[in-house]
């Protein structure tokens, strides 16, 4: 095994070690600033590099002057839908922090609002140290404090360029995410297709099974058939937009053609006294500002600090997960750092504004995606319908029926549950797959959270597997070619007389040293049992293949493809 009397005839001399510090530097400068953001700036001018810095930090510059007219026509049809579902989701929260991020956010199919999951942490972390109804006033204040405080933990991890972070969020795990956030929020609906009055805040599968069927005498058939022609009407409309492309604008059309539709039914058939729930008086005018409600003084600080970082961290998992989910149809890239600072100002500027905790809901950004939107520009055009609704319009709302709200929101989810990614991913990788269904049942039987936790686990326990446990196969010359590939893989390959070829699929590090030297080992004992039965030539040189096998291949549209 081997020759001992071989010499190198050219041997490589040490390099020098690098200084400690320019290590470090190098080190964190891969690390959190991977895309180099600073290259821009070099060789400009100071107005230029001023300007290239508000662009970097308020992507609406670079970007608001490639905008045209056909875009603001889809964008302003889905701003409108959107700002439909914003009036009983919570119009208040449903102006400022829209147009903050609109400015700085690099999604273009995110829709701000509120989030369940966020407003009942609020609630129920406040509640224990406040009682809203015997002391609403002090209750606000930590509400808003706590929001600030979301806020700029928020924008801090922006800052300090942690976005990376939301690289963890492999397509596996969002392609589970979105399906099992999608059939919670069509079982949420129940609620309004039903016309239920009470419903389970909880977003798990069996506690909302357990609200519809527990109030089966509560049904309401009128409410149920509404909203099933509704649905009908939403989902016929797509078919005939996919069946042909010339009528998209059916699809697009048909959210705000449902809710002015259901509006006229409702008023002129007086549905709502028959059991249709309709949105009902609205409290009108602008948002007051809060900024002298922040109490930073109080004796409750403490609790509005927790609330505050545990809600932004929440808000921000959901909020990305969501932004990349969408990107990844529209095949563009989310930047994590600048969501991070998107999410932190518009929650600073919430909560000056009287609004609390803002994100990015599965249920209105789906919405958004399904209206048709290109940019950002549809959370410009929603704020700008829901201030002029609070200014002029909150009697037309009057008689907008929620079962129509819960019928756009259902057809929206429906097909956003990419079931023939799932059979993909079985096909293509059992690993992947079982992280995909991790999120979903996670989601679905757990919540948004959980499932969000188990996936992103369940993907960090595989990085470190394929670290501390990494491949080693055999390799092969193929005939005819100077091209070596693995043995198991390609039966055709042959094996190099007297020498064994060794590919390990992964840099050596401290964690896998030993069960390196312990399978390599394993490996040479193997080959020269082999060679010794078979009475070949014996084991004269292995060598270590530690070069990576796979090609890729990156086009102008950021597509990656593995060879």
Request: proline residues 4%; charged residues 15%; hydrophobic residues 45%.
């Amino acid at each position: 095994m081997g020759n001992a009397d071989y010499e190198c005839p050219r041997r490589v001399s040490i390099p020098p070690s690098k200084p400690f510090f320019n290590s470090l530097k190098s080190g964190l400068k891969e690390t959190l600033f991977p895309d180099d953001p600073f290259r821009q700036f070099k060789n400009q001018s100071a107005s230029r590099k001023l300007l290239l810095g508000l662009q970097y930090f308020v992507p609406i510059l670079e970007w608001a002057p490639r905008y045209t007219f056909e875009f603001f026509k889809s964008d302003l049809l889905a701003g409108i839908t959107i700002a439909s579902l914003a009036v009983p989701q919570g119009i208040n929260s449903s102006f400022v922090p829209p147009l903050v991020y609109a400015m700085m956010g690099s999604s273009k199919d995110l829709a701000v609002g509120t989030v369940a999951v966020g407003s009942l942490l609020i609630s129920s972390m406040l509640g224990k140290e406040v009682n809203p109804n015997e002391n609403p006033k002090l209750y606000v204040q930590l509400a808003l404090t706590a929001t600030f405080f979301a806020g700029v933990f928020q924008a801090s991890l922006g800052f300090l360029r942690l976005g990376f972070v939301v690289d963890f969020l492999s397509h596996a795990t969002i392609v589970g995410f979105m399906g099992g956030a999608a059939t919670v929020v069509c079982l949420q609906q129940l609620k309004g297709i039903l016309g239920l009055v009470r419903f389970t805040h909880a977003t798990d599968l069996q506690s909302v099974m357990r609200s519809v069927f527990s109030q089966t005498s509560q049904w309401r058939w009128e409410s149920g058939v509404l909203g099933c022609c509704f649905l009908l009407f939403l989902l016929l409309t797509r078919y005939f937009s996919k069946k042909k492309a010339t009528f998209f604008w059916i699809n697009a059309m048909a959210p705000l053609t449902s809710v002015i539709l259901g509006s006229v039914l409702v008023y002129f058939t007086d549905a709502e006294r028959h059991g249709v729930q309709v949105i009902g008086q609205l409290k009108k005018g602008l948002n007051p500002p809060s900024l002298s409600e922040l109490d930073f003084g109080s004796p409750y600080l403490m609790t509005a600090v927790k609330t505050g970082v545990i809600i932004g961290v929440i808000a921000l998992a959901e909020g990305i997960a969501v932004g990349r989910s969408f990107a990844m149809f529209k095949n563009y890239h989310i930047d994590g750092n600048k969501e991070m600072v998107a999410f932190g100002m518009m929650n600073i500027a919430g909560s000056c504004t009287s609004c609390y905790l803002t994100a990015g809901p599965f249920s209105r950004s789906a919405v958004n995606f399904n209206a048709g939107c290109k940019t950002a520009v549809s959370n410009i055009v929603m704020a700008t319908a829901v201030m002029i609704t609070l200014l002029f319009l909150t009697p037309l709302f009057h008689y907008t029926p929620l079962v129509v709200l819960s019928s756009i929101i259902i057809a929206a989810m429906l097909g956003l549950i990419d079931y023939e990614a799932v059979i993909h991913l079985w096909k293509l990788d059992k690993f992947d797959f079982i992280v995909c269904m991790s999120a979903y049942v996670g989601v679905v039987f757990g919540s948004v959270e959980i499932g969000l936790v188990i996936a992103v686990t369940i993907s960090l326990l595989r990085v470190l597997l394929s670290v501390a446990r990494p491949r080693t196969f055999v390799l092969g010359n193929i005939p005819n070619s100077v091209t070596y590939r693995s043995i198991d893989q390609y039966p055709d390959a042959k094996s190099v007389p007297g020498v064994l070829i060794l590919h390990i699929d992964a840099p050596i590090y401290f964690a896998n040293a030993s069960y390196l030297r312990e399978r390599i080992s394993r490996w040479i004992y193997e080959e020269e049992e082999k060679l010794k039965i078979s009475g070949e030539t014996g084991l004269q040189y292995v060598i270590l293949d530690m070069s990576s096998k796979q090609l890729f291949l990156m086009n102008l549209k950021n597509e990656v493809k593995c060879f």
